[in-house]
């Protein structure tokens, strides 16, 4: 059973920068394309990146490209999210999942994160 644990959510101020972190267990890490997605009060959860098994294809949904950066280093078995001029609206729970095929859809991830609080403040 493959274990996945978010890390570096906390509290910003608008136009500040994090990064999360996903440390994955278990089974080899690079068998997994891995996402990250987010899901803010009273709304749906929403694909946020993704990168492959390789780390050679990263996609991004159009609310954060150009702002945010998605990397992985197989060999420390983490994922990581660059995240800079951060905006009120990025506020979210932001959670990693990992599957053998990756993409934008939720559906294709079998192992999630339990998550890592971001707040943006104005």
């Known amino acids: 059973q493959s274990q996945f644990v978010e890390s570096g959510g906390g509290l910003v101020q608008a136009g500040g920068s994090l990064r999360l972190s996903c440390a994955a267990s278990g089974r080899p890490f690079s068998s997994y394309a891995i996402g990250w997605f987010r899901q803010a009060p009273g709304k749906d959860q929403e694909f946020v990146a993704a990168v492959s098994r390789s780390g050679l294809t990263t996609n991004y949904a159009d609310s954060v490209k150009g702002r945010f950066t998605i990397s992985r280093d197989n060999a420390k078995n983490t994922v990581y999210l660059q995240m800079r001029s951060l905006k009120p609206e990025d506020t979210a729970v932001y959670s990693c999942?990992?599957?053998?095929?990756?993409?934008?859809?939720?559906?294709?991830?079998?192992?999630w994160g339990q998550g890592t609080q971001v707040t943006v403040s104005s």
């Open positions: 999942a990992a599957g053998p095929i990756g993409g934008t859809a939720y559906r294709t991830y079998q192992y």
